[in-house]
């Protein structure tokens, strides 16, 4: 390999290994350009990138000599500063993770590479006069303006979206008033998930003593408030006074597809939960007042269009099996003298997890639609009214029995699309053919993904729960930071009356 094959193989990686980076960790598994924590680096990035821009058309096609020579040096330069201050920025605000870190020392030590073989070129051409040769290096030139256009839009990608994390602040933990007594200590179960996270935070901020269980207490979130960790329900002593227990632990039902193996650890997570907790409950000094058990709208299987409420009969599925099966293990619970919440809970919708930080970035690049016909259900709620309905539960003494988590204006596959286009300002157009879901995801895709239900939460409404978000379009505005509008704005009025109109629906019984 000559001089020269060495300087363009490390070109060549670095733009390569540079591309790696930024999709898969800054866009799919960090989602940077969804974290307000992150506008900082998102804008460094996006200076970087720029930077590369020039770099990239100036090696393409020209040779520089001179003053320009000395420029492409200083451009140089700035890269090493803005990459040291990108490393601080990252340490300063995020835990990376190990794929990261090594990737960024593998293109650290390339652009060293790079950079100590193209010096003495620069500071020989620096003593020639100043010009600006053109050159052609044949399909590297054009492989190089390719790189340059890409690092241009990503550039300009990253700048809009350090603009729009300002708009992406979240209420704070204490802002969600969740109304609980002083003084009270609540267990919380799977504190460690998206909505787990939110919880303990909430709960602890608004002064609520918090026992968390976890498998990885590294994990945990920081909080304003008393947290006691545990990784065993053992590990918390007869002598504990807890008021309250939520219950969220479980293998992520979408995480995969339904093997039989999967379906019996997805089941075995949530029951064997469940059993620790009545064996805790059992060996407690003092007992606590309430369980708030996580269940799923899937109780009800697919249903189509019809109306469903509290009351309504299930359809047979796996979704079902699940969720009777741990509803039935909760119930066990109410024979040791404690409240029994069962919460069904739809589509947890925010832009930190869940199914709405899966649909974000397609959706942003043009690539959302509809999933097969469109026309089934998505019951939904935001992830602070569900944390809202929690707190509301636990001081509500008539509910028990299960519990719709949803909002009052449900929509289907189509509509909710269709909002979300809209919040993003982005086509919504490009159809996922329903056979072609049932091929690639079996039941999984059958249940979650092409069926769905027609969810209200009537139990709910009938004992004056409020909803902050009932209406799923200025939800997403809000969520996605979309800048105002003015026709949403005119409509508003009209969207909330619709909503306050859910509490006409049919009457079903506020204890089930």
Same mark, same amino acid.
């Given at each position: 390999?000559?001089?020269?094959?060495?300087?363009?193989?490390?070109?060549?990686?670095? !733009?390569?290994?540079?591309?790696?980076?930024?999709?898969?960790? #800054?866009? =799919?598994?960090?989602?940077?350009?969804?974290?307000?924590?992150?506008?900082?680096?998102?804008?460094?990035?996006?200076?970087?990138?720029?930077?590369?821009?020039?770099?990239?058309?100036?090696?393409?096609?020209?040779?520089? #000599?001179?003053?320009?020579?000395?420029?492409?040096?200083?451009?140089?330069?700035?890269?090493?500063?803005?990459?040291?201050?990108?490393?601080?920025?990252?340490?300063?605000?995020?835990?990376?993770?190990?794929?990261?870190?090594?990737?960024?020392?593998?293109?650290?030590?390339?652009?060293?590479?790079?950079?100590?073989?193209?010096? *003495?070129?620069?500071?020989?051409?620096?003593?020639?006069?100043?010009?600006?040769?053109?050159?052609?290096?044949?399909?590297?030139?054009?492989?190089?303006?390719?790189?340059?256009?890409?690092?241009?839009?990503?550039?300009?990608?990253?700048?809009?979206?350090?603009?729009?994390?300002?708009?992406?602040?979240? =209420?704070?933990?204490?802002?969600?008033?969740?109304?609980?007594?002083?003084?009270?200590?609540?267990?919380?179960?799977?504190?460690?998930?998206?909505?787990?996270?939110?919880?303990?935070?909430?709960?602890?901020?608004?002064?609520?003593?918090?026992?968390?269980?976890?498998?990885?207490?590294?994990?945990?979130?920081?909080?304003?408030?008393?947290?006691?960790?545990?990784?065993?329900?053992?590990?918390?002593?007869?002598?504990?006074?807890?008021?309250? !227990?939520?219950?969220?632990?479980?293998? *992520?039902?979408?995480?995969?597809?339904?093997?039989?193996?999967?379906?019996?650890?997805?089941?075995?997570?949530?029951?064997?939960?469940?059993?620790?907790?009545?064996?805790?409950?059992?060996?407690?000094?003092?007992?606590?007042?309430? $369980?708030?058990?996580?269940?799923?709208?899937?109780?009800?299987?697919?249903?189509?269009?019809?109306?469903?409420?509290?009351?309504?009969?299930?359809? *047979?599925?796996?979704?079902?099996?699940?969720?009777?099966?741990?509803?039935?293990?909760?119930?066990?619970?109410?024979?040791?003298?404690?409240?029994?919440?069962?919460?069904? !809970?739809?589509?947890?919708?925010?832009?930190?997890?869940?199914?709405?930080?899966?649909?974000?970035?397609?959706?942003?690049?043009?690539?959302?639609?509809?999933?097969?016909?469109?026309?089934?259900?998505?019951?939904? !709620?935001?992830?602070?009214?569900?944390?809202?309905?929690?707190?509301?539960?636990?001081?509500?003494?008539?509910?028990?029995?299960?519990?719709?988590?949803?909002?009052?204006?449900?929509?289907?596959?189509?509509?909710?699309?269709?909002?979300?286009?809209?919040?993003?300002?982005?086509?919504?157009?490009?159809?996922?053919?329903?056979?072609?879901?049932?091929?690639?995801?079996?039941?999984?895709?059958?249940?979650?993904?092409?069926?769905?239900?027609?969810?209200? *939460?009537?139990?709910?409404?009938? #004992?004056?729960?409020?909803?902050?978000?009932?209406?799923?379009?200025?939800?997403?505005?809000?969520?996605?930071?979309?800048?105002?509008?003015?026709?949403?704005?005119?409509?508003?009025?009209?969207?909330?009356?619709?909503?306050?109109?859910?509490?006409? $629906?049919?009457?079903?019984?506020?204890?089930?």
């Amino acid at each position: 390999m000559t001089f020269t094959d060495l300087i363009w193989a490390l070109i060549l990686t670095q !733009i390569a290994l540079g591309a790696l980076d930024t999709f898969y960790h #800054h866009e =799919l598994t960090e989602r940077l350009a969804w974290r307000p924590s992150q506008q900082r680096e998102l804008k460094l990035h996006a200076g970087r990138n720029w930077l590369y821009t020039v770099l990239f058309a100036g090696i393409a096609w020209t040779m520089p #000599h001179g003053w320009w020579a000395i420029l492409a040096g200083g451009l140089f330069a700035i890269e090493v500063v803005l990459t040291t201050l990108d490393f601080v920025e990252e340490d300063r605000s995020r835990k990376l993770p190990a794929s990261e870190r090594v990737l960024h020392l593998i293109l650290t030590l390339c652009f060293g590479g790079m950079l100590a073989l193209l010096a *003495p070129i620069l500071w020989n051409w620096a003593a020639q006069p100043s010009a600006l040769h053109a050159v052609n290096h044949c399909i590297l030139s054009w492989v190089l303006t390719v790189g340059s256009l890409g690092t241009l839009l990503l550039g300009l990608r990253e700048w809009l979206a350090a603009n729009r994390c300002r708009r992406l602040a979240t =209420l704070s933990p204490a802002a969600l008033s969740l109304g609980l007594p002083p003084n009270q200590t609540i267990l919380v179960t799977g504190a460690t998930g998206f909505i787990g996270t939110r919880l303990v935070q909430a709960l602890t901020a608004n002064g609520t003593q918090v026992i968390a269980l976890v498998r990885d207490p590294g994990r945990l979130p920081a909080v304003e408030g008393a947290l006691t960790v545990v990784t065993n329900l053992e590990q918390v002593p007869a002598s504990a006074r807890i008021d309250g !227990i939520i219950n969220l632990a479980g293998e *992520p039902i979408a995480a995969g597809l339904w093997t039989q193996r999967r379906k019996a650890a997805i089941l075995a997570s949530r029951i064997g939960t469940t059993r620790d907790i009545a064996a805790l409950i059992k060996r407690l000094d003092h007992r606590p007042q309430v $369980l708030i058990n996580g269940s799923a709208t899937g109780w009800y299987g697919i249903r189509g269009d019809a109306v469903l409420d509290e009351t309504s009969a299930p359809a *047979p599925c796996f979704s079902h099996t699940l969720c009777a099966a741990w509803e039935a293990e909760a119930d066990k619970v109410a024979a040791l003298g404690v409240r029994v919440v069962k919460l069904r !809970i739809g589509l947890v919708l925010g832009i930190e997890g869940g199914v709405l930080s899966r649909l974000l970035i397609p959706f942003e690049l043009g690539l959302g639609g509809p999933i097969g016909s469109g026309r089934q259900g998505m019951p939904w !709620i935001t992830r602070d009214d569900l944390i809202r309905m929690m707190a509301f539960a636990l001081t509500t003494p008539s509910f028990d029995g299960p519990l719709n988590a949803v909002a009052p204006n449900p929509v289907d596959n189509q509509a909710f699309v269709t909002a979300l286009g809209r919040s993003l300002r982005r086509p919504v157009w490009l159809r996922l053919p329903g056979g072609l879901i049932r091929r690639a995801g079996g039941a999984m895709a059958e249940e979650l993904l092409l069926g769905g239900q027609n969810v209200r *939460p009537v139990k709910a409404l009938a #004992h004056g729960f409020a909803f902050n978000a009932p209406i799923l379009q200025p939800a997403l505005e809000a969520m996605t930071g979309a800048p105002a509008n003015p026709a949403l704005r005119r409509t508003l009025p009209l969207l909330v009356l619709t909503a306050v109109t859910q509490k006409n $629906l049919p009457n079903a019984a506020t204890k089930t």
